[in-house]
Structures are given as structure tokens and as C-alpha cells.
């Protein structure tokens, strides 16, 4: 059978004639996800090893006290034999972690890894200390040093996720590390997309271009990406650019092209990731049912229930009570520079609309002279966000000492005083002034029926460099995937974005 008539046969399967010589040739298409998985093994190892060393010294010392002699007297442990022990149950950890996922986000994430990672790490490294120590005792009946595995865990708990850290934020940062995607659809889904992607550094990521058949959209505001070619251009540019990822995003392209799509990038072994129908109303944690073979994702409503909302609010009270406590000589400190700096009060409270439409005044440091509510109508065509918020990145109403609370975020601890009345959670949407909330229509009002949050999506994904028609939509995927969880990764993610000043001013 001639190329001729097989193409008349089987059109769909033709372009992987070609496909298959030409694989060889961009058999390092998936080197930046091998390299992270590798890399993250390795920093994984390293720490594993370096645990073994702390371990046998520490079990060194804490033997020679008193108090906890008897202790390592009834597990006995020796330091050296402790850290050939550990040292030689290193593959062991590595499968534990592997069993849990933890090499599967550096291959295949945009993002490569998350704190939530750093969760699920120490679970897996507890549950196996916990079948290690079963084993030894219960069924090998072998007279274990679990005191020094209980240094051990300690010690590891901690060891790996900052050797994944720093591996991350040090070697990852090679341009052999850096995935080149190609984003199919260059409509408004596409520039968003790609919006969202050049604002994450971190992730590692160039953009080589668009691809599209219709009348693409011009760039606008966003990132500078050209559109590279048409669809039928696919192969030649996954080739010659040595693609990684391909990202599709609403393409005017039919059903059998995309399958065209995916199957070309199957034998060049590129990862495809699709932009489902509907996202807006999608939360990224959104379920998934199976209709034989069919997906159904879960569009989930937009409430939490009784249950939930005692839990956030237990977690804000034990958290927040806590913090508030911590941060008392941190308040004093700031509030003697704003006396310092200008005249009057410490504190700048606020109407602002919660939970049902339920109007609080919101407590934060003062970072704007005197009356400058006053001064607002003045300022109003030099307004620089979208929406009804009112934002200036030099705003002449801030003060010297303001300019720098705002910059490190210092100026909303006291919103810790308004989570413990209840007032606010320390996770959820921005808490709007009352004569913003009043301009929220259709879409946007599903926000009040969330209690508002210190810090949240919004927050975490750039603050003030976010759209209001984009801020809206995170609260919504908010509360459609909450979860106690998601809540404390996100209070762990809000820590780099005030320490990068992201979107802050």
C-alpha cells in the first residue's frame, strides 16, 4: 500500500509517517520535565543522607542528658550504626515519596511544584516512618533504634522540603530547566493564558508563540507573543523550536484537528494541556466523573456548608489568636513610626461590605494622610485598576511610613482584630468598600456570600495586578474548591508574595 492510498484510507493517522522518522530528532523534547524529576531526586537524596549525618550526632548528645538517658537506654542507638542504618534505607524513602506523588508534579506541573507539596511530602515520610517502625518491631521483632527514628522523621520532615526549595529557586533557574510552550488559540482565552504565564517567572516557562487559523486577537496590554503560524504548521515548529508543552485554548480548529493536535505531539512526546469549555465556572479542584470513558467535570455551588464553615472559623480563631499574639510588639513598633511620621491616629478604619451584604468596619494602620477620603473625587480620573476599586501606583495621599507598610502588606495586620470578632476569615475574597460592593452586578455579587479574607487567591496570584473580572472569578473558584487545606497553603504561599512585593503599591 502506497503513502497515496493509505492517506485516502486512513487521513487522521498520515502526519505520523512522517512523525515517527523525524522523533529522533527531538528526542530531548521532554529534557526540562526529566531534568526537574531528576534533579528533585537527587536534592531528595542528598537530604535524605544529610538527615542520617544530623541524626547520629544528635542521638550523640541528647544520650549524654539525664532526662532523656532512660529513653535511648530502653531503644538503644548508636551514632554511627544509626547513620549507616538510615543511609542504607535511603531507596526505601525515595519509593515512599514516589508512592505519594512527589516526582509526578516536577514532570508534568506548569507550576513544577507547590507548598502543597511540601504537605503531602511530610505525610508521606510520617507514614513511612510509621511502616518502617512496624515492620522492625512488630513483625522482624528487631530490637530498632526508634528513638533515633524519631529524630530521624524530625530531622527529615524538615531536610527535604527545603532541599526541594532550594533545588527549585537555584539549579531550576537553568535555561535547561525552562519549558518552551506554544499556545494554540490566539482569541481572548489564549491572551489570558499567556497573561497569566508571564506573570510567574518562577515557573519557568517561554512562550514561543500562538498558533491560529481565524483572525487572532492583537497583544493589547499583555505580554509580547507573536503568532507563529496556523495549525497545519504544528509539526514543523514543534520541531524546529523543540517544544515542550502545548497548551490548547478555545482554536477555531475542529474536532479531528485537535485530535490531529494531540496525536503529533504524542510522538514528540509533548505534553498537551487543554482549556476545558465553561472554565470560568470550573474551580481548578473540581471533581471528576466517568460516563464510560467519558470525563464529567463537577461544577460545584457556590457556598460552603454549616459544617465547613465551623471548621474556618475554629481554624481562624486557634491561627489567628495566635498570631495575634505573636505580632503585639510588631503592632507597637509600627504604630510609634506612623505617630512619628504624621499626624494623626495609628489606626484607619472603614466601612466595608461582608458575608450577606453585612456592612464592618475594617481595621488597618494608617497609610494615607489625614482626609484623604476627601481627596478621592480629585484623584478619580488618575485611577490605574479596572473595576470598581480605586488603585494609584503613586498615590501623593501616602505616607513616607505608609508607602512601606503597603509595600510589605504590614498595614493589614490589625484585620486580625476583625477575623477574631468575625468580621473576617484569615483566607477569602477582598473585603470591598461599601460603595465598591454597591457597584457589583450579576456575576459579581456571588463574593458576599462569602465571608472576606486577609489574604486570598487574589492575593496570592498578584493583588493588584489582577483585573476585578479576574478577582471575582478567583473568589468563585475559592469557594467552590475550599478545603481546610487549600486554606493553609494559601496562608504559606501569602509569605513569598509580601516578601516579592508582588503587586503591592
Not at 489564549?190 to 506573570?199: C, L, N, R, S
Not at 507563529?228 to 524546529?240: F, K, N, P, T, Y
Request: glycine residues 8%.
Amino acid at each position: 500500500m502506497d503513502k497515496a492510498t493509505l492517506e485516502e484510507w486512513a487521513p487522521d493517522i498520515s502526519p505520523r509517517m512522517d512523525v515517527g522518522v523525524n522523533t529522533a530528532l527531538h528526542k530531548d523534547a521532554s529534557s526540562p520535565s526529566a531534568a526537574r524529576t531528576a534533579v528533585t531526586a537527587a536534592a531528595d537524596a542528598l537530604a535524605l543522607a544529610l538527615a542520617a549525618f544530623a541524626t547520629g550526632a544528635v542521638v550523640e548528645l541528647l544520650a549524654g542528658v539525664p532526662l532523656l538517658r532512660r529513653l535511648f537506654a530502653a531503644f538503644p542507638s548508636d551514632g554511627l550504626d544509626d547513620i549507616v542504618f538510615f543511609l542504607t534505607l535511603i531507596p526505601f524513602w525515595l519509593f515512599m515519596l514516589y508512592m505519594f506523588g512527589l516526582y509526578k508534579a516536577p514532570a508534568s506541573s506548569l507550576r513544577g511544584t507547590s507548598i502543597s507539596d511540601a504537605g503531602k511530602g511530610i505525610t508521606a515520610l510520617s507514614m513511612g516512618s510509621w511502616v518502617l517502625a512496624i515492620v522492625l518491631v512488630m513483625i522482624l521483632q528487631l530490637n530498632a533504634p526508634l528513638a533515633a527514628l524519631m529524630v530521624y522523621w524530625a530531622a527529615i520532615c524538615v531536610a527535604v522540603p527545603l532541599a526541594r526549595w532550594i533545588a527549585r529557586e537555584t539549579i531550576w533557574r537553568r535555561r535547561e530547566f525552562e519549558e518552551k510552550v506554544l499556545i494554540v488559540g490566539a482569541g481572548a482565552v489564549g491572551h489570558t493564558v499567556a497573561a497569566k504565564i508571564d506573570k510567574h517567572p518562577e515557573y519557568h516557562i517561554k512562550l514561543v508563540g500562538f498558533l491560529d487559523d481565524g483572525d487572532p486577537l492583537p497583544n493589547g496590554s499583555g505580554p509580547s507573543v507573536p503568532v507563529v503560524g496556523s495549525l497545519h504548521d504544528l509539526e514543523q515548529i514543534v520541531r524546529d523550536e523543540s517544544i515542550n508543552r502545548v497548551i490548547l485554548a478555545f482554536s477555531q480548529a475542529q474536532h479531528q484537528e485537535f485530535l490531529t493536535i494531540t496525536r503529533i505531539c504524542a510522538e514528540y512526546n509533548v505534553k498537551v494541556n487543554i482549556v476545558p469549555r465553561l472554565f470560568e465556572v470550573l474551580s481548578s479542584r473540581a471533581g471528576v466523573d466517568d460516563l464510560e470513558g467519558i470525563p464529567l467535570l463537577d461544577v460545584a455551588q457556590v457556598e460552603l456548608g454549616q459544617v465547613n464553615m465551623l471548621i474556618k472559623r475554629l481554624f481562624d480563631l486557634l491561627v489567628g489568636g495566635l498570631l495575634t499574639i505573636l505580632c503585639l510588639p510588631l503592632f507597637a513598633v509600627i504604630a510609634l513610626a506612623i505617630k512619628i511620621d504624621s499626624r494623626g491616629p495609628v489606626f484607619f478604619r472603614q466601612e466595608r461590605m461582608g458575608r450577606n451584604g453585612r456592612v464592618f468596619r475594617i481595621f488597618k494602620f494608617r497609610s494615607m494622610v489625614v482626609g484623604a477620603q476627601d481627596m478621592r473625587e480629585d484623584l478619580a480620573d488618575r485611577n490605574e485598576y479596572s473595576g470598581p476599586m480605586f488603585k494609584m501606583k503613586r498615590d501623593p495621599r501616602v505616607t513616607r511610613v505608609g508607602a512601606f507598610l503597603r509595600k510589605t502588606s504590614l498595614d493589614e495586620l490589625p484585620q486580625l482584630f476583625n477575623v477574631l470578632k468575625g468580621d473576617m476569615s484569615l483566607v477569602g475574597p477582598r473585603p470591598l468598600w461599601v460603595e465598591e460592593a454597591k457597584q457589583c452586578r450579576g456575576w459579581s455579587k456571588k463574593r458576599l456570600h462569602i465571608t472576606p479574607g486577609i489574604t486570598g487567591l487574589w492575593q496570592v496570584m498578584g493583588r493588584n495586578d489582577i483585573p476585578f473580572d479576574e478577582m471575582v472569578k478567583l473568589d468563585y473558584f475559592y469557594v467552590t474548591g475550599w478545603s481546610l487545606g487549600w486554606d493553609i497553603r494559601l496562608l504559606f504561599e501569602t509569605i513569598p508574595v509580601v516578601l516579592g512585593r508582588r503587586g503591592a503599591y
